[in-house]
Structures are given as structure tokens and as C-alpha cells.
């Protein structure tokens, strides 16, 4: 009797802690309350985080060759920091990915106009792919999402805190990718990749864009330290920007042997590939939190 009860406790324990793990509780997250709470995910007690980091950014957009993507939904940048390393004139930090959690949050942006708006057939100057794509994308699925992705792992995430106070060069490097969702696009369509991704040097200066395309300002919004001992620094109102990446073609959409014809339309339709000063990143309305690592695993 006393070995079924043992065994019946087991499972009950184990049915608890897959519960949990599918309710995000899993996976090294902290318990963190209050305004410590926005730091759950840190990997603090990793070997080489300095600071804890998290951004969200609530406004902005992403202009992708022709198409202008709005974004709506707040999208979450977060994870760790480690100490700066000189380079040149400034001071750089390696990120670390965020524990529990997806570092940079897959969260899907409206196209405006759904499919329509992303395909707009009668743009395409080409007869037949025109022709093509009447034929495919007439069809009344018009939702369509862009959601933005890490295209290589974490550590590739370059992050620079003097230069995102100090407004000058790069205070965040994402590489990114843009995942096209629709029914008839499938689960494979996406503009660039992890061979192929798109670099984002993101500034809250000025923008170095190629000759011809005119420069953009970002800002780095306001500073002030928040809590009892004002451990955590918060930017509010940043505007990370660039506007000299280039953007590959499209790949996968529609899934094997759909993309042979779908990937072309995509092309045509949103302008891609496209050379570098022809799109646009403003991650706007961008709050970003910092706190030393130490300081997070004391609360």
C-alpha cells in the first residue's frame, strides 16, 4: 500500500510540474514581483550576464522594399547583458537569451489591406507573373500577418548602452527575419533568413544611409532610475531606427513546389530584394529597462 501511494505521489507531481511548464513556469524563469517582475526571464545566474535587459516597443514600422507595415502589437526584445568591451569609440555588450521565454517575442503585425495589401496583382509590371498571380492570390484568403524573428541565435544580438543614452552609432545590431503569414502562403514564407538575414543597426542618432537616401533621427527618450534605491535604469520613448539594410528575396512560401511560383509573386508584389536605403526599421514608443544582474537576484 505504502509503495502505491509513493508511486501515485510521484505522478501527481509529475502531472504538476508538466502543468506548470506548460503554463511557462518552466524553463529557469524567476519569480520576480513588482517592478522586478519585468526581469523574470533574465538568465541572471548565468556566467558572463552583467545586466538584465528587456524593450518593448509599441509603435513604429517596418518598410519592407514597397510595403509599409505598421506595428500594433508590442514586441518584446529581452535577456541579458554582459560587460562592455571597447571597440573603437564606444563600448559594446553580448547578449545572452532570455530563460523561459522567446528573447525576441514572434508577435504578429496586420498587413494593411490583409493579402490584398501585401499582393496588389495589378502592380506587377511583369505580364506573366502578373497573369500568375490573379490566378493564385483571387481567391478570398485575405488575411495576412508580417511577424518579425530572430534569424540567428541570441548571441549574435549585439547591444551598445553608451551609444543608446549618447545617441551615436549602433545601440542595438538585431539580426531579423520577416515571416509572411497566410493559409495560402503556408508556414514556411519568410524574407530573409539565417543565411541570409536582415541586419538592423539600430540608432537612437542619426542613420548613415547610402548616397541618396536621405538620413532619419531616432531619440533615446527620457532616463530616470526607478525603485527604492533606483537600481533599475528606464528609457521611455525611444526611437530606434536604420535605413541602410538591404532585404533578400522570398523563399518558402507556399511550401514545396508552390514557392517555385508563389516566391516570384511575393518578389514582385513587395518589392524584394531590395538594395540597402530602400527600407525602413522605427521600432517606436520603446521602453527599455536595465538593472546589474546581482541586483535582480537580490529581489
Known sequence: MRKQMSRARIIALAVVAAALASLGFAGGASAHTGIWERFNYCPSKTTGVFKCMRAVTSGGKVVLG?????????????GGVSKGVR???????SFFAASGAETLSKTPQPVPGGLSGLVNC??????????GCESVFENGLTGANATLELAKPASEIVVSEQ????????????PVKVHLENPL?????????SSSPLIWNLTTGETKPP???????GSSGKLEFIGPEEEIAEFTKVSLVDNAWSAPGATGCGGWPAEYVLDPIIEAAVGVPSAAGKNVSALESTTISLAEAEAVNEH
Open 87 to 93: 571597440k573603437e569609440n564606444s563600448f559594446y555588450e
Open 66 to 78: 514597397s510595403k509599409n507595415v505598421p506595428i500594433v502589437n508590442p514586441v518584446t526584445l529581452q
Open 163 to 174: 551609444n543608446l543614452g549618447g545617441r551615436l552609432g549602433t545601440a542595438i545590431q538585431l
Open 211 to 217: 548616397v541618396g537616401t536621405a538620413p532619419i533621427n
Open 122 to 131: 495589378k502592380e506587377i509590371s511583369n505580364f506573366l507573373i502578373r497573369v
Open 185 to 193: 502562403l503556408g508556414s514556411t514564407c519568410y524574407i530573409g533568413s
